[in-house]
C-alpha cells in the first residue's frame, strides 16, 4: 500500500488499510555500526495504530509532524529491527564524516500476501535441502530450527497453480512446496530425489 500514489490508495476501502500491514514484515540488520549521526532510521512510535496513515504519509503537514516527533536508535553490527510495515518510518540523513551505512533491508511476507520482490523459491529449497538434511542428521539442528528454515525458503502456499495438472490430492488445495520439503527430510529423500520432485512440482503450476 505505501508504493501507491494518493489517488490509487484512496480507491482501496478501508478494509485493505487495516489488512496490509498485517501481511508483511519489515526490518533490517546492520552490516555496520550506525550511531544517530550516519543516520538509521527513524521512526514515529505508534503511528501504525493510524488507520489513514498510508494516506498521511503523503501529506506535506504530517510529513512535518513526522520530523517534530520521530525517534531514532542507533544500530551495532549485527543488530536486527523489525516493525510493522504501517508505521510510518523513513531514512535519516548520513552526517558522520566516515560511515558509509550498509544493512539488508527485509520484507518477510504472508503466505497469502504478494511480496515485493521475485523470489526463485525452487533453486532456493533445492540448494538448502542437502544442508538441511546433514545438520538434522548430525544432531546440529532440531525440528523447530528446520522448519524456520524451511518456511523462510520454500513457498508456503499452494497457488497459484494449473489444477489439471496440480490437482488437490487428498485435501483441498495442492501440496505446498513446503510440504514437500518436510515429507522429503522427514522420509530421508536424497538431494536428488528431491530437486527432481521439486522441479516436477514447479512444472505442474505451470499453465
Not at 538448502?128 to 544432531?139: C, D
Request: proline share 7%.
Amino acid at each position: 500500500m505505501g508504493f501507491q500514489t494518493a489517488l490509487e490508495i484512496e480507491r482501496f476501502p478501508a478494509h485493505a488499510h487495516r489488512l496490509s500491514p498485517m501481511l508483511t514484515l519489515q526490518g533490517a540488520v546492520a552490516h555496520c555500526d550506525m550511531p544517530l549521526e550516519s543516520g538509521p532510521t527513524l521512526y514515529l512510535p505508534f503511528s501504525q495504530t493510524y488507520l489513514p496513515g498510508y494516506l498521511a504519509a503523503l501529506r506535506e503537514d504530517f510529513r512535518a509532524y513526522f520530523e517534530a516527533h520521530r525517534i531514532q536508535l542507533p544500530l551495532s553490527i549485527g543488530d536486527a529491527v523489525f516493525f510493522n510495515p504501517a508505521l510510518l518510518h523513513a531514512a535519516g540523513p548520513n552526517r558522520s564524516k566516515d560511515v558509509k551505512r550498509i544493512g539488508n533491508l527485509l520484507q518477510i511476507s504472508s503466505a497469502y500476501g504478494r511480496a515485493m520482490e521475485s523470489v526463485d523459491r525452487l533453486k532456493m529449497s533445492v540448494s538448502l535441502y542437502p544442508a538441511l538434511k546433514r545438520l538434522i542428521a548430525e544432531g546440529a539442528i532440531g525440528a523447530e530450527e528446520a522448519d524456520n528454515a524451511i518456511a523462510a525458503s520454500a513457498e508456503g502456499y499452494s497457488f497459484p497453480t494449473n489444477l489439471d495438472r496440480d490437482p488437490a490430492i487428498g485435501g483441498l488445495a495442492p501440496q505446498r512446496q513446503q510440504a514437500m520439503m518436510r515429507q522429503a527430510l522427514a522420509e530421508g529423500w536424497t538431494p536428488q530425489a528431491f530437486a527432481k520432485a521439486a522441479e516436477a512440482q514447479a512444472w505442474r503450476k505451470l499453465t
